[in-house]
């Protein structure tokens, strides 16, 4: 089955602990993507890669960090988490950054930090 | 950065009747991408529908269709005939030239009652 997983799907955390969200996908495909979710605002990309080795900021990249190292994984680094990044967090994966309309969303992963 | 606005927050429809949410967007360009996409309470990204500027007919999906007013920067959602499995916060989004990014709008939450 065609899928993106994240893991953990919730996480609790205090502030300054550092935490790792991983994203993985099973379709090959090129393009990755985080978002995250806040109330009121909607989703916000906060880095999106176009290959293996190749990222690039969103809206709000400030205070996280990725790395795609192989195709199939996209984590999301939180070096030093602040109660202002206690949001909902979705991986994306698509063929391609041209082909957004075949894009695949993880289930989501509801941090929060204290 | 590319803008995109939901003006209704929260919209709420009768089952089998139509409703219309707006959606209007703020870009340069002249070759882009919207979308359209469903959040069920069970948080699950779903696309509901596309449209690529450079079509003049709007697209359809079912019970979905879009109005697409290039010039007028507007891309509302219809949806007719509602269903309670209707209910769901509905995005909003755009793709402009710059590969790999994606802007959503606030949201709309669609509540769909007997």
């Known amino acids: 089955e065609a899928q993106v997983t994240q893991n953990p799907r919730y996480l609790i955390t205090v502030t300054g602990k550092k935490l790792t969200v991983t994203c993985s996908q099973n379709?090959?495909?090129?393009?990755m993507s985080w978002y995250r979710q806040d109330p009121g605002l909607g989703l916000r990309q906060i880095y999106y890669?176009?290959?293996?080795?190749?990222?690039d900021k969103g809206d709000v990249p400030e205070g996280y960090k990725v790395s795609r190292k192989e195709k199939r994984n996209f984590p999301l680094i939180l070096e030093s988490p602040s109660p202002n990044q206690t949001s909902l967090y979705f991986c994306?994966?698509?063929?391609?950054?041209?082909?957004?309309?075949?894009?695949?969303f993880g289930p989501g992963t509801r941090l929060t930090v204290t | 950065a590319q803008t995109v606005t939901q003006s209704q927050p929260e919209m709420s429809v009768q089952e089998a009747e139509t409703v219309t949410l707006s959606c209007t967007y703020d870009?340069?360009?002249?070759?882009?991408?919207l979308f359209w996409y469903k959040q069920p309470p069970s948080r699950q990204m779903i696309l509901v529908i596309r449209q690529e500027a450079y079509k003049q007919q709007n697209a359809t999906e079912n019970r979905f269709s879009v109005n697409f007013q290039k010039a007028a920067k507007s891309f509302s959602l219809k949806i007719s005939d509602s269903q309670l499995g209707d209910t769901a916060m509905y995005f909003c989004?755009?793709?402009?030239?710059?590969?790999?990014?994606?802007?959503f709008g606030r949201g709309t939450q669609l509540t769909v009652w007997p």
């Open positions: 890669s176009m290959n293996v080795e190749v990222t």
């Open positions: 379709m090959n495909h090129e393009y």
């Open positions: 994306a994966s698509s063929p391609s950054a041209g082909r957004l309309n075949e894009q695949y």
């Open positions: 989004a755009f793709r402009g030239s710059t590969l790999g990014r994606l802007y």
């Open positions: 870009t340069s360009e002249s070759n882009y991408y």
